[in-house]
């Protein structure tokens, strides 16, 4: 891990000095710039011959009220004619396209097209969020890109939506979503593709319509889907919770006291309380 830090520190340093209008060039560096400095990479897909581009540069990015908003991200500007490779991985076929970024590379957010210094604005308030949240688990991650690592990222993107505004909540919900794709995928290439295939669907269904409010769409995905006494242990609490919550949302106070009890006997049943109470 200590391989990891230094670079980071290094970089920090260098960043620390800099200016929000510096804009970064290097995909990589970046990426551990945002985990050290828990921030969401900002991304300027453009081209020296780009019009749009060299409007966006001396109306939008230049203006300080967007600078000021800028460094609550991690800024970096990509060549398209220079970064073939990185243009392509994203499907870049027109410039200028904007993006917001998680320190992984995963999409939160795609723009495409001239933004005025109004709408870039009103984009970069949007997602102004730090995700020192999920900082152990990038770093992990970049250690080790395992079906594991994916999905403690995709569980904590999914805790992450509820801090969030209503506005963005789906956004990083999508996330959430896809880091569990992505976690099968790796389970599957690790040759035990049906590994924590409960938690994962717990995820995908019940815990994904609770945060969205739609707490009896959540009862019946549990009812339908998930037996009680076919839950594994590792799984029993966060089940309870699903199930306290809903209720408790619903107010039916018989059922929701009924779950608390059961949640009341896992040992982290008072961070499970404490997230439900924020649901």
Known sequence: MKKLILPFIFLLLFTNNAKASQWMTSFEDAQKIAIATNKFILVDFWATWCGPCKKMDSESWSNSEVQALMANFVPLKIDIDVERNLSSKFS?????????????????????????????????????????????????????????????????????????????????????????????????????????????????????????????????????DFKEDKISPENKGFYNFLYFTAYNKLKDKDNARIWYQKLKTDKDSKNLILKSRRI
Request: proline share 2%; glycine share 4%.
């Open 92 to 224: 870049i076929r027109s410039i200028p396209q904007v993006f917001i970024l998680d320190p992984n590379g995963e999409i939160v957010l795609q723009t495409k097209s001239y933004m005025n210094k109004e709408k870039v604005m009103r984009v970069l308030k949007k997602y102004t969020y730090g995700n020192k949240l999920l900082q152990q688990e990038y770093l992990n991650y970049l250690k080790k890109e395992s079906g594991d690592n994916a999905l403690k990222i995709a569980e904590k993107y999914f805790d992450y939506s509820i801090y969030v505004d209503k506005e963005v909540k789906n956004d990083f919900l999508k996330l959430a979503n896809k880091y569990l794709k992505i976690t099968n995928k790796l389970y599957k290439k690790e040759g035990d593709k049906k590994k924590n295939s409960q938690r994962i669907g717990l995820f995908t269904d019940a815990y994904k319509y609770l945060i969205k409010g739609d707490y009896e769409r959540t009862v019946k995905n549990l009812n339908d």
